[in-house]
């Protein structure tokens, strides 16, 4: 059977991410790897080595809207000096060690890899209910097992501190109905469109 990936991509990237891995452990701990994004970093070596059109789908339809958000913060920080929004500022603060946001630039290459891998492989058209799945598992897991001043995923409030509008568990159910509804299923619909 013809590999639709090439090897040398799969060796890299694989590289890469475990290095990446290893040095956040070390440096935020295991409830850093609950982000969504950090979960599709990982679960792309899996979705390159098996060729897997549902691993790649629902990884890009977790990311490509967030990430497409946190690249505009950080390419309006790199042409203005100072980023839109509040997402990539960190990839601007000095006393960040330059290694560190060296390797956060996955925020900027994933999403183009993913894409080219739903491109050779397809789209899978399951990738909203699965997703949907994981998040529905990964939220509840971001509120109980990390630290609130962490907001892993925003699950204690928007952006960068914890909300106290409404009750916790109202904000995370809320949350649980907005990824799925207001990210994944617009993402899921553009990529339908371009890739079936």
Not at 31 to 47: K, M, R
């Amino acid at each position: 059977m013809t590999e639709l990936l090439p090897l040398w991509l799969k060796l890299a990237y694989t590289l890469y991410t475990g290095i990446t891995v290893i040095i956040y452990w070390f440096k935020y701990g295991p409830g850093n790897y609950l982000w969504f994004s950090d979960l599709a970093l990982i679960l792309t070596v899996p979705a390159l080595w098996l060729e897997s059109p549902q691993l790649a789908s629902m990884m890009l339809l977790a990311i490509l809207l967030p990430e497409l958000v946190w690249n505009i913060s950080f390419f309006t920080g790199l042409l203005s000096g100072k980023p839109l929004g509040s997402l990539a500022a960190y990839m601007f603060e000095a006393d960040k060690p330059l290694y560190l946001r060296g390797l956060s630039l996955f925020h900027v290459f994933l999403p183009v890899l993913l894409l080219y891998m739903v491109a050779r492989l397809g789209y899978d058209e399951d990738a909203l209910l699965w997703q949907s799945l994981l998040a529905w598992i990964v939220l509840p897991l971001s509120y109980l097992l990390t630290d609130p001043a962490e907001n892993i995923n925003w699950v204690h409030g928007p952006g960068d501190k914890p909300q106290h509008l409404i009750p916790a568990l109202v904000y995370l159910g809320l949350l649980m109905l907005i990824f799925p509804m207001l990210i994944y299923l617009p993402t899921h619909l553009l990529l339908g469109w371009l890739f079936v």
